[in-house]
């Protein structure tokens, strides 16, 4: 059992970019599918799709690689734990990188990245920060 999914998703996510693999399998949650889908919206993977294994799902994503096979996506880390959570404002939400990185918020309207939210105006729980 995993008491952290968003935790054990990024650490798949950067073990597979470390090991050089070309795709990384992870256990499929609404949460999780929404953040791969802002990952793969904003250029940090290639691809992702749902797959069924018998009664669970999974999500198979393709990483992204530049053409020297560096990783696209340098970093991720994990701002609101389950043991403390993180909220921030919509004036208070974290600048990743000056702006060459995207932070991730579970907002009132659904999970968005921190510019998103800030165009509208709502903050919510800082969820992790990709670079």
Known sequence: MVNDPI?????????GLMA????????CSKMS???AEILEKSGYIDGIKVETDGPRKLIR???????????????FKRVSK?????????ADIPSVRAGMGISILSTSRGIMTGVE???????????CLVW
Request: charged residues 25%.
């Open 82 to 90: 389950p043991g403390l959570r993180t909220y921030a404002g919509a």
């Open 61 to 75: 994503i393709t990483l992204r690689y530049d053409s020297a096979g560096k990783p696209v996506a340098d970093g």
């Open 33 to 35: 599918l929404r953040i």
């Open 20 to 27: 050089r693999k070309r795709e990384v399998l992870t256990n």
């Open 117 to 127: 939210a800030q165009k509208l105006n709502i903050g919510g729980e800082v969820l």
């Open 7 to 15: 935790g054990d998703f990024l650490t798949r996510l950067r073990n």
